[in-house]
């Protein structure tokens, strides 16, 4: 089953564009606003807060949730190698990036002053960047997730 929206698609690229310069692509602003910025998301955080106070939607909030991370996963296999020295799994690198976007994300309009937000990413992408590294020599895109195919 392909997904019905674009959104996994830029997951991916974003995660692609990533693996090319992993400092810049983070904290860009077409990936910020791309995936957290955009009424999508409003909507989805809406769906999440929601989804406390009702089991059926949380049961199809999570299985949502754990097909994001698959996607994740995949691509960051796909592209990413714990930096030398750290030892630290990218992926777990990519788990609180997602969280500390989501927390930003969802905090973003009670900012005084709307250049927090780049300097909070910025900040993230030098934590990065002594954690992972780019895989050398990948420029295919990553495998197509299991579930893609059902």
């Given at each position: 089953?392909?997904?019905?929206?674009?959104?996994?698609a830029?997951?991916?690229?974003?995660?692609?564009?990533?693996?090319?310069?992993?400092?810049r692509?983070?904290?860009?602003?077409?990936?910020?606003?791309?995936?957290?910025?955009?009424?999508?998301?409003?909507?989805?955080?809406?769906?999440?807060?929601?989804?406390?106070?009702?089991?059926?939607?949380a049961?199809?909030?999570?299985?949502?949730?754990?097909?994001?991370?698959?996607?994740?996963?995949?691509?960051?296999?796909?592209?990413?190698?714990?930096?030398?020295?750290?030892?630290?799994?990218?992926?777990?690198?990519?788990?609180?990036m997602?969280?500390?976007?989501?927390?930003?994300?969802?905090?973003?309009?009670?900012?005084?002053?709307?250049?927090?937000?780049?300097?909070l990413?910025?900040s993230?992408?030098?934590?990065?960047?002594?954690?992972?590294?780019?895989r050398?020599?990948?420029r295919?895109?990553?495998?197509?997730?299991?579930?893609?195919?059902?």
């Amino acid at each position: 089953m392909q997904p019905t929206t674009s959104y996994a698609a830029r997951i991916v690229r974003s995660a692609r564009c990533c693996s090319r310069s992993p400092t810049r692509t983070i904290a860009s602003r077409d990936s910020w606003s791309e995936l957290y910025a955009s009424r999508r998301y409003r909507a989805y955080v809406e769906l999440l807060v929601e989804s406390q106070r009702d089991p059926a939607l949380a049961k199809a909030m999570q299985k949502l949730l754990l097909r994001q991370v698959d996607i994740f996963e995949i691509a960051v296999d796909h592209y990413f190698v714990a930096a030398p020295a750290t030892g630290e799994n990218p992926r777990v690198v990519f788990l609180k990036m997602a969280l500390l976007l989501h927390g930003i994300a969802t905090h973003a309009h009670l900012a005084p002053d709307p250049a927090v937000v780049p300097a909070l990413l910025n900040s993230w992408v030098k934590e990065a960047g002594t954690k992972m590294r780019a895989r050398k020599g990948v420029r295919t895109p990553p495998p197509r997730p299991p579930h893609w195919d059902r």
